[in-house]
């Protein structure tokens, strides 16, 4: 089945810096990847999310790559601002989209310092 | 359309007692999903229903967990003669359609003493 790998687990990065959330998958016909943020004590939100046919996607200060072949895809946050501190999951479609659950990584806790 | 709701918010209980939860999805989504997340962990796939058939259950599922979702609407997570390894969120979702964006509850604490 699915595995998937998140790192770092946790990132502490100064206002206005980038930060920088790497996952791989294992399954090659996985084609959906979203990403959700926990702030804490509250439920997961969707950020953004890619699927296996576009590269990129960009939504303001976020976005995601994907790479095929290599089997890896990253969120990608600009001028970091301190409500972006919470935890991050990157997720992937289980089976090649032929299931309908998610397989989520372990989660980073991104920090952002005033 | 309040989002998803989930009840309790909080549950305790003793080992070996039997514990029910419930879910409430966005009323539209026909998809609703059992996820169970532990501290430092990411969301863990339970079980997943269409409308009122269970299409998909975890292997990690024991045969001490049961979920029904009678009419397609409200679902129900009963977990029976519960074990202290049983306690983390047991988070609820739902969907319109496969691949696209799961909306959350906030989730129910389970905690066995």
């Known amino acids: ?114 | 359309d309040t989002g998803v709701s989930q009840d309790p918010r909080h549950k305790i209980t003793k080992r070996g007692q039997n514990v029910t939860f419930r879910c409430d999805p966005i009323s539209e989504h026909n998809r609703l999903y059992w996820y169970r997340q532990t501290l430092g962990q990411g969301p863990e796939f339970l079980t997943y229903f269409q409308n009122e058939a269970q299409l998909e259950k975890s292997r990690l599922l024991s045969d001490r967990f049961s979920a029904e979702r009678p009419k397609g609407s409200f679902s129900t997570l009963e977990i029976q003669r519960t074990e202290q390894g049983d306690s983390a969120m047991y988070l609820c979702a739902s969907s319109l359609r496969r691949n696209e964006k799961l909306f959350f509850g906030s989730g129910t604490q389970l905690s066995v003493l």
């Open chain 1, 1 to 114: 089945g699915e595995n998937v790998e998140q790192h770092p687990s946790t990132l502490s990065v100064q206002e206005g810096d980038s930060a920088v959330i790497k996952c791989t998958y294992s399954d090659s016909a996985s084609n959906y990847f979203p990403w959700y943020k926990q702030e804490l004590g509250k439920r997961p939100q969707l950020i953004i999310d890619i699927r296996s046919n576009v590269g990129e996607k960009k939504d303001q200060r976020i976005a995601v790559t994907l790479n095929k072949t290599a089997k890896h895809f990253s969120l990608h946050i600009t001028e970091t601002q301190p409500e972006d501190s919470a935890v991050y999951f990157c997720a992937a479609s289980g089976d090649g989209g032929a299931t309908n659950k998610l397989i989520f990584g372990t989660g980073t806790l991104l920090a952002v310092q005033p």
